[in-house]
């Protein structure tokens, strides 16, 4: 589980205020708000990625935490020299998972995707595509996924519903594409007014 509490975040003007989330294990967490309501702002709060806040993000102490999470951001670095198989086996050799090469290239049939092709000649959805496959196969704990959907055809987007319909992590997912958000969620998060709702249900 991640605790989350935020009494105050600024940059030059606040952002998030009295936010108070418990995220438990093995849920759907579906993020939504505004362009500028701080969606990403949260993300990189709980990642770590920004420390400058008033509060505190706290993991469960039977999991590794941070070091046990696979994040996609919105705009993404990929290291374009290598292929996605490379890329595959160098994320799986450093985070010392078992390295599968029939899950791999059964995911990578299934979303169309050549693993021998170098990432640099990779579209930006199929960038994305890559990513979710290898991210999926390292099997962690955490999932954050900062607009998942973006660059996806609709194919994508639904053969993503299945894989995440069967994966035991827990997930925090951003889109702007709400009908994805609700028929994928256990729970919604809604930020709105500088705080965080809890939505469970139909949106």
């Given at each position: 589980?991640?605790n989350v509490?935020?009494?105050?975040?600024r940059?030059?003007?606040l952002?998030l205020k009295?936010?108070?989330?418990?995220?438990?294990?093995n849920?759907?967490?579906?993020?939504?708000g505004l362009?500028?309501?701080?969606?990403?702002?949260?993300?990189?709060?709980?990642?770590g990625?920004?420390?400058?806040?008033?509060?505190?993000?706290?993991?469960?102490?039977n999991?590794h935490?941070i070091?046990?999470?696979?994040?996609?951001?919105?705009?993404?670095?990929l290291?374009?020299?290598?292929t996605?198989?490379?890329?595959?086996?160098?994320l799986?050799?450093?985070?010392?998972?078992d390295?599968n090469?029939?899950?791999?290239?059964k995911?990578?049939?299934?979303?169309?995707?050549?693993p021998?092709?170098?990432?640099?000649?990779?579209s930006y959805?199929?960038k994305?595509?890559?990513?979710?496959?290898?991210g999926?196969?390292?099997?962690?704990i955490?999932y954050?996924?900062?607009e998942?959907?973006s660059?996806?055809?609709?194919?994508?987007?639904?053969?993503i519903?299945?894989?995440?319909e069967q994966h035991q992590?827990?997930f925090i997912i951003?889109?702007?594409e709400i009908?994805?958000i609700?028929r994928?969620?256990?729970?919604?998060l809604?930020?709105?007014?500088l705080?965080?709702?809890s939505?469970?249900g139909?949106?």
């Open positions: 589980m991640i509490q935020i009494q105050e975040k940059y030059n003007h952002v009295n936010v108070d989330l418990n995220i438990k294990n849920n759907i967490y579906g993020l939504i362009n500028g309501s701080g969606k990403t702002t949260l993300i990189n709060l709980i990642l990625l920004d420390r400058d806040f008033e509060g505190t993000v706290s993991f469960t102490e999991s935490g070091d046990d999470c696979f994040y996609i951001p919105s705009d993404f670095f290291p374009n020299y290598l996605g198989q490379e890329y595959f086996v160098y799986h050799t450093l985070k010392e998972k390295i090469f029939d899950h791999f290239n995911l990578c049939e299934l979303f169309f995707i050549d021998n092709k170098l990432i640099e000649h990779y959805g199929m994305k595509k890559i990513q979710f496959i290898v999926i196969l390292l099997d962690c955490y954050i996924f900062d998942l959907t660059g996806l055809d609709i194919e994508a987007i639904l053969l519903e299945k894989i995440l992590s827990t951003s889109s702007h009908d994805f609700e994928i969620s256990d729970e919604v809604l930020i709105d007014n705080q965080v709702q939505i469970r139909n949106l």
